[in-house]
C-alpha cells in the first residue's frame, strides 16, 4: 500500500522473505525516536489523504465534472 506507507518515512515495508516482519520490527522497536516520527508522519500523511475534508473535495470535484462544470 504505496499510497499509505513510505518506507522509513510513515512506516515499514518490508520483503515477505521468512523473518523480514521480525527484523522490521525489531528495527522500528529499537528506535524510539525514530519509531514516534514516523507515527507522526503517518498520522498526518492520514489526515491529508483520507480526511473527510479530503473525502469531500474529492466526491465534489467528480460531481463537477461529471456534470461538465
Known sequence: ???????????RV????TGALA???????ADRPRREA????AAER???????????EDHAML???LLGR
Do not use: I, N
Open 1 to 11: 500500500a504505496s499510497e499509505v506507507v513510505e518506507d522509513g518515512v510513515t512506516g
Open 14 to 17: 518490508v520483503p515477505t522473505e
Open 23 to 29: 527484523d522490521g520490527l525489531v528495527d522500528v522497536l
Open 38 to 41: 514516523m507515527g507522526r508522519a
Open 46 to 56: 492520514a489526515r491529508s489523504r483520507f480526511g473527510v475534508d479530503r473525502l469531500v
Open 63 to 65: 460531481y463537477r465534472r
